[in-house]
């Protein structure tokens, strides 16, 4: 509670002397309100923190906004960001409505203006692996970082199989994130000590903006060596098995298995698809509930492919 009134103070106070000016308009269509948070985040500034930063204001609603901060100067690139708080207090967090306007800003004669930010609680993250090694091996992991602006860590929130060089990850929750690829060698499925990582870097370090604007769409690329993998990768199993648990199950069961589960109907037509060992709901890919019956978890790994029995049971 003392971090969150600590964040809501200081936004409230960080209102500096007049240098330049940034304005322009948040939009949002969806049916959600809270606090809206604006900024401005220099190029080459890789720490964003909120005791600090004065590049910053506060509406209540979608609409008009300004910044007026001696730090904004002319002919330097910022980037103008959003974030909804939701609940109470309006403290922003993944999933939040946020957004970035879509190009750098620059200010001449000490103004810029038409900043505008589309606000969205979802947005996709897509671009290209430059990896030398086995590319099916690539995983991308997605870090949660507004833990890092009250002086908290990142907390990992998704694990996805790209398998690929070009990834497309669809309707992630919007925040800022890190995203991370990493070389499975040893087929687990997780980041284990020793093998190769990397993280995409844009404008302002290893912090994506992921939200409305579009920015994140494509071009998130990342190089990942090839180091310290050797050992890993003799271990990766030249067998598996599919475990399910609960089994039967009435509301949800979970599926480990090395790289993606497939999940069919007793007649063979895929239902769901796991992007990695999890949870399933009984839902098929669009969310819908699926009846009760006999369904089947697909699982190849290593060139070995298996089946197992799901029994669903409302």
């Known amino acids: 509670m003392k971090t969150k009134l600590f964040i809501l103070t200081t936004l409230l106070i960080a209102v500096a002397a007049y240098g330049g000016s940034v304005s322009g308009t948040v939009s949002y269509s969806g049916t959600e309100s809270g606090l809206i948070l604006i900024a401005c985040i220099e190029e080459g500034d890789t720490v964003f923190d909120l005791a600090t930063l004065t590049a910053i204001t506060m509406i209540m609603a979608p609409g008009a906004y300004s910044i007026d901060d001696s730090t904004l100067i002319d002919g330097v690139n910022f980037y103008a960001v959003a974030f909804m708080g939701l609940g109470s207090p309006p403290i922003p967090a993944s999933g939040s409505p946020a957004g970035i306007h879509p190009a750098p800003v620059v200010l001449t004669g000490g103004v810029a203006t038409g900043a505008d ?9 897509g671009g290209t692996v430059h990896y030398s090694g086995d590319m099916s091996e690539i995983y991308i992991n997605v870090w949660d970082v507004y833990a890092e602006f009250t002086d908290s860590i990142s907390v990992l929130e998704s694990t996805h199989f790209i398998g690929d060089t070009i990834y497309l990850l669809a309707d992630l929750p919007s925040g800022p994130k890190r995203i991370q690829a990493f070389a499975d060698a040893n087929g687990n499925g997780i980041l284990d ?21 579009g ?21 990766r199993p030249s067998d598996f098995t599919i475990e399910i648990a609960p089994n039967p199950f009435n509301s949800a069961c979970k599926i480990t298995a090395p790289g993606a589960i497939e999940i069919l109907d007793i007649e063979g037509r895929l239902v769901r698809t796991l992007e990695h060992s999890g949870i399933w709901d009984g839902t098929d890919d669009s969310g819908k509930s699926l009846p009760s019956g006999t369904y089947l978890a697909r699982a190849s790994f290593s060139g070995i492919t298996k089946t197992a029995r799901i029994y669903f049971v409302k």
């Open 193 to 213: 000590a020793s093998e190769s990582f990397a993280y995409a870097e844009g404008p302002y370090g290893t912090m994506i903006i992921v939200g409305g604007g």
């Open 117 to 125: 930010i589309t606000l969205e609680p979802v947005a996709d993250v």
């Open 215 to 235: 920015v994140s769409d494509s071009g998130v690329d990342i190089d990942l060596p090839v180091v310290g993998i050797d050992d890993f990768r003799a271990t």
